[in-house]
């Protein structure tokens, strides 16, 4: 106890973490099945599957894969452990956001037990986002980088630097990164104005 009392966020995060382990036993996406199966068959075959092998109406078709990292990840948690696996994997991406969440929140000076209240009641909110999907990565990702990008002005070069190695692994894992764009850009845009206190001053 003396140990959390000092590490009072890592408390705040393990608050949540019974909430989405009661969640993370829950399979509800459909796609979850069939993302399952196109990794396990990419595993075999040591390659992307580049045509349809699953809709009839669409059988040998071209098809782009927008998740393709993640359907590995399923098939190889799938191997390891069954659903089972497939239904941690998704709770360690959930997990992992919440932890980012509050070192976010962190930075914007919150303080960790309003933080984990709040987190909790808006609860049934994300709950629904516990599953064993990709978009749960671009949860994570677009934390991620508010957090990089707010210690840009610190430290530009390794925090740009790792900015670069999140897009390459998020292009591939659910590549929603195009979204990210205007994020990245604000940050350069805001300090060249000044910053938000200046444009009110101007104002």
Known sequence: ???????????????????????????????????????????????????????WTTAGQPWIQNSWGYNVLDGLAYRAGGLAAVSLLGLTVFLAMVWAMLCLARTLGATPTPTAMLILLLA??????????????????????????????????????????LCVIWANVHPATPTSFPLFSWKPSASTLGGPSNLVQQA
């Open 1 to 55: 106890m003396d140990w959390l009392r000092r590490h009072p966020w890592f408390a705040a995060w393990l608050a949540v973490v019974p909430m989405g382990v009661l969640r993370a036993g829950t399979i509800a996406e459909n796609d979850t099945l069939w993302q399952i199966k196109t990794g396990l068959l990419e595993l075999d075959s040591r390659g992307l599957l580049t045509t349809d092998p699953f809709a």
């Open 124 to 165: 049934p909110l994300f709950l629904p986002l516990v599953n064993a999907r990709p978009h749960l990565v671009d949860q994570v990702a677009v934390l991620a980088a508010v957090l990089l990008l707010r210690g840009l002005p610190d430290h530009p070069r390794r925090h740009l630097s790792v900015l670069a190695v």
